[in-house]
C-alpha cells in the first residue's frame, strides 16, 4: 500500500493524477471517504493524469455517473445515495462493469459487496489539520502497491 499526506487540494489532485497516469483501460478505482474528505478533487487528477481536461469533472451526486472521454473512457460514479440493489442497478454500474473503460466509485462503502476483488481502493481521511489528508492506495482487499 502507497501512503501519501497532502496539505492542499491542490496536492490531494497531485496524488491523483499520479494513480491517473497509470490506470489501464478495465481498471476499478473504488473511494473511500467521508463528506469533504476530497473526493471529487482526487478524481479532477486522476482525469487530468489520464490526459483528459479536469476542468469538466463534478460530483455525480445527482446524475449518478459522469462520463469523461479522451484517450481513454472513466466513468465517474457516486453511490452516496444508493441504498439497496434497485438503486444500484438504476445506476447501469453492472453494464460499466464489462467495459474497457475506467471506473471511479466515490462512496464505494455503499457497495462494497459488489466491488471486483482487485480493484483499486482509494481512502482518503481527514486530519485535526483542515487542509490536510491521509491518502492510502492500493489494490484488492490487502491494499497491494500499485506503484503511484
Sequence with gaps: MAVYKTDSVNSTAVIGERL????????IVAMFGDLGAGKTS?????V????????IVSSPTFSLVNEY???KTLYHFDMYRINGWDDLYSTGYF?????QSILIIEWSENIESV?????IRVSIEKTENENERIINIGRGESFEDIGC
Excluded: H, M, S, W
Excluded at 20 to 27: I, P, S
Excluded at 48 to 55: E, K, L, M
Excluded at 115 to 119: A, V, Y
Design 48 to 55: 487530468q493524469g489520464i490526459g483528459i481536461n479536469p476542468d
Design 42 to 46: 482526487f478524481v479532477r487528477g486522476v
Design 69 to 71: 472521454r479522451g484517450e
Design 95 to 99: 453494464d460499466y462493469i464489462d467495459t
Design 20 to 27: 491517473g497516469a497509470v490506470l489501464k483501460e478495465g481498471d
Design 115 to 119: 466491488l471486483p476483488e482487485n480493484c
